[in-house]
């Protein structure tokens, strides 16, 4: 149990195009998913924090604008990277908390976004 | 703020021998702790979450120690396999931050056969 899906797996675009990026708890709710970014032998840097039904909140220093949070439903969180340049390309990885239930964060298995 | 630190940022060791691997934080008022496993391209895995409270957690191979007082844990590896390679990251879930983790910067591990 436990499972986060995340979707795609990796992705190119061309520059000036949008990405949307899935996240997906498959076999539990998730009130809180949580977006992060990490760049080559570093660490996650935390960008949002998504809660279904409301506005994500953002990290300091992270573009509201140019990072689209949705959180529809208790199971899917969407990350869109609008207008994306060279420098968006990065590994971008998902987590989401169980409505209740067990205290670990789970994580999806990133995406890969490369922009050309 | 909390500040988790990995030490060391990496590690090599011939096969059959036990891994050590070190997480410190400086705000001690922390839910848990929980140490993952991510491998190249991939994303995270938990291996054990250790509350407050506990001081220890096992899983098969592994032992997670925990000393809040002191602001470290310590995950212990036994008798390593080259399917153990990966890196290793900790994070705490602190009561000043709510929700969020606070990420180390991990520690990459190459066992040798």
């Known amino acids: 149990g436990a499972v986060v899906s995340q979707h795609p797996s990796w992705v190119i675009c061309k520059s000036g195009t949008s990405v949307k990026i899935e996240c997906r708890s498959l076999d539990f709710q998730a009130t809180t998913m949580f977006w992060y970014r990490q760049f080559p032998k570093q660490s996650l840097m935390l960008m949002a924090t998504s809660n279904e039904g409301s506005k994500a909140t953002y990290e300091q220093g992270v573009e509201k604008d140019k990072f689209l949070i949705n959180h529809a439903s208790l199971t899917l969180s969407t990350l869109t990277v609008t207008s994306a340049h060279p420098e968006d390309s990065s590994f971008y990885i998902c987590?989401?908390?169980?409505?209740?239930?067990?205290?670990?964060?789970?994580f999806g298995q990133g995406t890969r976004l490369t922009v050309v | 703020k909390q500040e988790v630190t990995q030490i060391p940022a990496a590690l090599s060791v011939p096969e059959g021998e036990n891994l050590v691997l070190n997480c410190s934080f400086t705000d001690s008022a922390i839910y848990n702790l929980q140490w993952f496993r991510q491998d190249p391209g991939k994303g995270l895995t938990s291996l054990l979450l250790i509350q407050s409270s506990q001081r220890e957690q096992t899983s098969g191979r592994l032992n997670a120690s925990l000393d809040k007082s002191s602001g470290r844990s310590t995950l212990y590896i036994a008798a390593s396999q080259p399917g153990d390679s990966a890196t290793y990251l900790c994070a705490v879930k602190d009561k000043a931050a709510g929700n969020k983790l606070t990420f180390g910067g991990g520690t990459r591990v190459l066992v040798k056969p």
């Open positions: 987590s989401a908390r169980s409505r209740g239930g067990r205290p670990e964060a789970f």
